[in-house]
């Protein structure tokens, strides 16, 4: 039997950092747990009780440590509720303050952050709009802050918004204040400005200077509304590439008169990740993206000094938090070889806290290389690369296809890949064009018609494993979740000489029928990535493996969650239609009660069973074959 995997994650220091209260994963569903790390209750815990059954996606601390905001997905759908339940220990009352009319179906409640004493959240209905809200714990009261199809509530903070608008791969911030909207950056089509935070407002407690002395250009009047505009500053950290190749830390301040804006940190060749500010304003922790690995540095903000990168205990980190006044950072660390944990850093000491009362564990992996190869359009890609442990003969290799396609293949823990590795399956985990990380061009490089290029990537993959000698060319699988899983079974329909099988998980399998099933919201913000549906019709046709299903012949595994709204289990299901009438091997492996990330413990277990024996039937038929 696989050993259990236990993993923490996603935590919330309290303002005071004396408690922190993060998410379990060990059996069923995710649960949210208040760990005590001061006073008379250290070393205790408490499990956050909820009466709802669904994994819960994260958890805040309110600024006044009294409250705990949960967002809970019932059933592990992807249309999520929030509860809130006070951080006393004694108390296990939990009550549910996002609403929805009674005459309207329910949509998708976000949890986002706290805005002093009442929750900012995004409640996104059924038509894809968003309204961007403050909600009162207590009572359930509600004030919209925004609502427009597409906005996106970033931070919210004493009478200030921000608000993401626009497309994949088009992201820009807005600020509302009082009755005026600004743009915090000038218009630069391809950017993403995605993430950030309110410093402060009404006045500014300093404008930072360009190198030249003067403060830098205010470029861009505020839009106007018929109300007389709210007086003052407003100032935010924010990241973005606008103006760049890759994500850097922006300071911008916004007045009456426009917007000022200033580098505050940088690394050329490299994406900022993450970055999370002190209610102090004293301290920024920030995490840059190594080529898929984690770095973490901590800025004095008073000052602008950058501290020397602080070691981490795995090799990816994420999901920064901060006490209010810059004492201790959380984040969650994980490896190959470590489940993701939570770990505490006192950012002056740079010391680790010791926290684990029970460690995560799980089975787990060697460290991956970090491989380069040069696609056939000269562009160069990279992936990591894991080998069977010594003593295990090869059988094959599987090429292992993130999602987004913005996301990353990164050297983090992977449940599904130990297991693999020990039956001899050497796994390759590609960053194909289109991947994040690696700066703007290379995320803009599969949009549209360039998606035939990123299929061609991974086909370029396979030869790369061959001419190096890390897999025999004819037991090569390709699997991949969400995206990935698209990728997946494009990869086996335009190539299908090369793979020996296929595992789709979550996968779409044609992009018409995907944007008019999946969240209006998710389709809508598309549009950019892969096409329009309707102007761009013959496109996704040609584009979609269940256009190309007779070509496929290679054994492909389709798995989805039933309650998945994002990539609907229609389109796992066509395709096991398409290629049962084929007479083409395929199965498909459907999880009644669990959505697109598949989260239940149980059900993970059996997707790992799963890929393993579905992967070695596949090489042991190629052998048989070619003897």
Not at 572 to 594: N, W
Request: proline share 7%.
């Amino acid at each position: 039997m696989a050993e259990q995997v236990r993993a923490t994650y996603g935590a919330s220091l309290s303002p005071d950092a004396t408690a922190f209260a993060h998410l379990v994963d060990d059996g069923g569903f995710p649960r949210a747990v208040q760990r005590f790390l001061r006073g008379w209750r250290a070393s205790s815990s408490r499990d956050v009780e909820l009466p709802v059954v669904g994994p819960v996606r994260r958890v805040l601390h309110s600024p006044d440590g009294g409250w705990l905001a949960c967002e809970v997905a019932p059933d592990g759908s992807d249309r999520s509720q929030i509860w809130v339940v006070t951080t006393d220990p004694d108390d296990r009352g939990a009550h549910r303050i996002d609403s929805w009319p009674p005459d309207a179906p329910e949509g998708a409640a976000e949890l986002i952050a706290w805005d002093g004493n009442r929750i900012a959240a995004i409640l996104t209905g059924q038509d894809g709009v968003g309204s961007s809200c403050l909600i009162d714990p207590a009572d359930g009261s509600t004030v919209v802050l925004d609502r427009r199809s597409g906005g996106r509530l970033v931070d919210a903070w004493a009478g200030a918004a921000l608000i993401r608008v626009g497309p994949r791969g088009y992201r820009e911030l807005i600020m509302l204040h009082g009755n005026t909207e600004m743009a915090l950056l000038p218009s630069d089509p391809g950017s993403t400005t995605d993430f950030g935070v309110i410093l402060d407002d009404h006045s500014a407690r300093r404008l930072r200077r360009g190198p030249d002395g003067e403060l830098t250009k205010l470029y861009q009047p505020a839009k106007r509304y018929p109300r007389e505009s709210t007086e003052g500053y407003v100032r935010a950290l924010i990241r973005s590439d606008n103006g760049a190749g890759y994500a850097r830390l922006l300071e911008v301040t916004t007045t009456a008169d426009g917007v000022a804006y200033q580098v505050v940190a940088e690394r050329p060749g490299h994406d900022l990740d993450e970055f999370v500010v002190s209610d102090d304003l004293s301290t920024v922790a920030l995490l840059w993206n190594i080529d898929g690995a984690s770095e973490l540095q901590i800025l004095q903000y008073a000052d602008n000094t950058l501290s020397e990168p602080i070691p981490l205990p795995g090799m990816v980190a994420g999901e920064l938090s901060i006490s209010a006044g810059g004492s201790m950072v959380a984040m969650t660390v994980e490896s190959p070889w470590l489940p993701p944990t939570v770990e505490l850093v006192d950012p002056r000491t740079r010391q680790w806290e010791l926290i684990d009362r029970e460690p995560s564990t799980g089975p787990v992996t060697g460290t991956p290389t970090l491989e380069r190869l040069t696609a056939r359009d000269g562009l160069e890609l990279t992936g990591w690369l894991y080998r069977p442990p010594t003593g295990v003969q090869p059988v094959g290799a599987m090429i292992f296809l993130h999602g987004g396609p913005e996301g990353q293949s990164r050297p983090g823990y992977n449940e599904y890949f130990p297991p693999l590795l020990d039956r001899g399956i050497t796994v390759f985990t590609p960053n194909v064009r289109g991947s994040g990380g690696f700066g703007r061009s290379f995320v803009h490089a599969d949009d549209k018609e360039n998606r035939f290029r990123a299929i061609d990537d991974v086909a370029d993959c396979v030869h790369y494993l061959v001419r190096n000698g890390l897999a025999p060319a004819d037991r090569i699988a390709c699997a991949g979740w969400s995206y990935g899983g698209y990728l997946t079974q494009a990869a086996l329909a335009f190539h299908p000489d090369l793979f020996a099988a296929g595992i789709s998980v979550c996968g779409m399998s044609d992009l018409t029928t995907w944007y008019q099933t999946t969240e209006p919201w998710i389709a809508q913000s598309s549009y950019t990535e892969y096409g329009h549906p309707v102007a761009d019709r013959d496109l996704l046709e040609r584009l979609s493996p269940l256009t190309h299903a007779a070509a496929v012949t290679a054994p492909l595994l389709l798995v989805h969650g039933a309650s998945d709204t994002n990539v609907p289990p229609s389109e796992s299901i066509q395709m096991h239609t398409a290629l049962e009438r084929l007479g083409r091997p395929v199965k498909l492996l459907m999880f009644d009660d669990d959505g697109h990330e598949i989260v239940r413990r149980e059900n993970r277990a059996t997707l790992v069973e799963a890929m393993s024996h579905w992967l070695m039937s596949a090489f042991a038929e190629r052998r048989r074959e070619a003897s």
